[in-house]
């Protein structure tokens, strides 16, 4: 299973920026779906997360400007992330809870994408 980030970029404050992460592979289902970063010299750290079921939950410095989404069908997670701030910048990884195909069975483990930069900065 792969997981590919991507949308990353350098935005001014005030900006926009969409994050998309595709998962690949045997998949046959994924579960809880999120978006972490980790800022220079910081700790890696929740920015928001999606069930299976669409129910989500946010870090309090997300919450009222970011969104998180996704496509089953595409085995797609996003995150919208509007009025981003200069303390936004980190590289953000998707991560994923995921069932694949292993032998005669069934493996569920947890996955993470590669990262992508995300630059907030006039």
């Known amino acids: 299973v792969q997981l590919q980030a991507s949308g990353g970029g350098l935005v001014q404050p005030g900006g926009s920026l969409r994050l998309s992460c595709v998962a690949s592979?045997?998949?046959?289902?994924?579960?809880?779906m999120g978006w972490y970063r980790q800022a220079p010299g910081r700790q890696r750290e929740l920015v928001a997360g999606i069930t299976s079921g669409y129910s989500t939950n946010y870090a309090d410095s997300a919450k009222g400007r970011f969104t998180i989404s996704r496509d089953n069908a595409k085995n797609t997670v996003y995150l919208q992330m509007d009025s981003l701030k200069p303390e936004d910048t980190a590289v953000y990884y998707c991560?994923?809870?995921?069932?694949?195909?292993?032998?005669?069975?069934?493996?569920?483990?947890?996955?993470w994408g590669q990262g992508t930069l995300v630059t907030v900065s006039s």
């Open positions: 592979g045997r998949i046959l289902s994924i579960n809880n």
């Open positions: 991560n994923a809870d995921i069932t694949v195909v292993s032998g005669s069975g069934r493996l569920r483990s947890d996955y």
